[in-house]
């Protein structure tokens, strides 16, 4: 991995580029990490955009490092890369924490940063998005949208089945 450290200021914001990289981004803007076609109904109405994205993700990479153990579990602390297509595309960086219980069954939270090089719903931008996940599925909430996805609001399911690609399928408003 690379490590990296920038900083610059855009649109009034404080963004930070650090390291490790994982396929070339990690940002921290204000401290807060950032993060990653459009398919269903979408409507538009006085220059609001919505509606439902669906597709398939994939993981480049999955970093995890012990940081204790708890009683019949283990605590990791998770980096991981990919990317989206479908209706939602771009790469995503994913950082986290996972537990792993005795029985193999995990658990896991976190933030999700796409910068700059996701598109929702016709219009590219940046997103940081909260996860958690319990088995085979858990749910995304878009926490905030840069450049043209300034303002997304939403979220939704992404399951990971036992045979074929991770799906997702979530809701916005841009």
């Given at each position: ?8 200021e ?21 401290g ?7 398919s ?23 970093y ?12 990791n ?9 479908g209706?939602l ?11 792993v219980?005795?029985?193999?069954s ?29 088995g ?37 408003t841009?």
């Amino acid at each position: 991995m690379q490590e990296h450290s920038t900083a610059r200021e855009e649109k009034g914001m404080k963004i930070r580029f650090i390291g490790p990289m994982v396929f070339g981004v990690a940002a921290l803007i204000e401290g807060v990490a950032i993060a990653p076609s459009v398919s269903g109904a979408q409507e538009r109405s006085a220059g609001v955009v919505s509606g439902t994205v669906n597709g398939t993700f994939s993981t480049f990479t999955d970093y995890t490092d012990p940081v204790g153990p708890a009683a019949n579990s283990k605590y990791n602390s998770e980096l991981s890369g990919g990317a989206y297509s479908g209706g939602l595309v771009g790469a995503f960086t994913d950082y986290g924490t996972e537990i792993v219980a005795k029985d193999g069954s995990l658990n896991g939270w976190g933030t999700e940063l796409c910068a700059d090089s996701c598109a929702i719903g016709g219009k590219k931008g940046g997103f940081s998005a909260t996860y958690y996940y319990a088995g085979n599925g858990g749910t995304l909430t878009f926490t905030a949208g840069y450049g043209g996805l300034a303002g997304l609001k939403g979220g939704g399911t992404f399951t990971y089945p036992t045979s074929g690609p991770p799906t997702y399928s979530y809701s916005y408003t841009l």
